[in-house]
């Protein structure tokens, strides 16, 4: 897998990424402003996120339009097409990391409208717990936090487990909802290379298509005003912490 960051300037991209910039920019300055307006260094907590979070589902969907028009700029300028499609879910049995709060909360609060809730708690918790155990077996055997955490990740797409949003057509059934961390992955080889035995080998071409440095330094600086919510950055594991505020958000 390979990492994309320098892309040319083309029209497209220079006004995608001025887009992302400037709606990052501002929802970091009025994150800022909230914090010093209540005398702490993060702006959202227990306390006030029931208040906030219609401000932040409306933030985390303006954010993920402008990373899909950010896309719509980056994805022509790769030399060859995606091959991803509909019912192309391979990818789907990775463990996502890198989430955002505010994208968590966006989700947590669509799913809670739904009767399947608490099953997809569950199959939340099961495989957060699984990621716990792989992670806590390489722990023990490697020499770094990132490298067990890099080994666990591998050892759990190992396990094939789908994820709880992936519907039997191995289609997403919260495509409009996805974080990120899924939108930004992609593979210019066929999906039957995207799975475990072929995931390190040559005839497997997925990339990962990141933001401008200025662009990831305003999300680092939103995310941090979270940092009293005590979210795990793991998808699963996220989820399942926001279910801890259950009775504040509803
Ligand atoms: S990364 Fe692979 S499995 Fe995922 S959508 Fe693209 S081609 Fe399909
Ligand atoms: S949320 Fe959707 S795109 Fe992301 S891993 Fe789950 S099924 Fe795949």
């Known amino acids: 897998m390979s990492l994309c960051q320098d892309y040319f300037p083309t029209k497209a991209y220079v006004l995608a990424e001025k887009r992302l910039g400037s709606l990052l920019g501002r929802e970091r300055d009025r994150l800022d402003a909230l914090a010093r307006g209540l005398g702490r260094d993060h702006a959202i907590g227990p306390d006030n996120l029931a208040e906030q979070a219609p401000f932040i589902l409306e933030f985390a969907q303006e954010y993920h339009k402008a990373y899909d028009s950010y896309l719509a700029a980056v994805l022509p300028q790769h030399p060859r097409p995606i091959q991803c499609g509909p019912s192309c879910g391979n990818c789907c049995h ?25 099953s997809i708690m569950e199959d939340c918790q099961i495989r957060a717990t699984l990621f716990e155990t792989l992670l806590n077996g390489r722990l023990a055997s490697e020499a770094s936090e990132d490298e067990a955490e890099d080994g666990a990740l591998h050892d759990y797409f190992g396990r094939w487990k789908p994820c709880p949003f992936s519907n039997s057509s191995g289609d997403c059934g919260i495509y409009g909802l996805r974080p990120v961390s899924c939108r930004m992955y992609f593979s210019e080889t066929l999906p039957k290379f995207c799975t475990p035995e072929f995931l390190q080998t040559e005839k497997n071409e997925s990339y990962v298509v990141y933001m401008p440095d200025n662009v990831e330094e305003a999300l680092l600086g939103i995310s941090e005003h979270y940092a009293d919510l005590e979210l795990p950055e793991s998808y699963f594991g996220g989820l399942l912490s926001l279910n801890l505020y259950e009775g504040i958000l509803g």
Do not use: A
């Not at 709060?101 to 669509?110: A, I, K, Q």
């Open 94 to 118: 990775h463990y996502p990391m890198s989430v955002e709060p505010f994208e968590l909360v966006y989700l947590y609060m669509n799913l809670r409208k739904r009767d399947d809730f608490l």
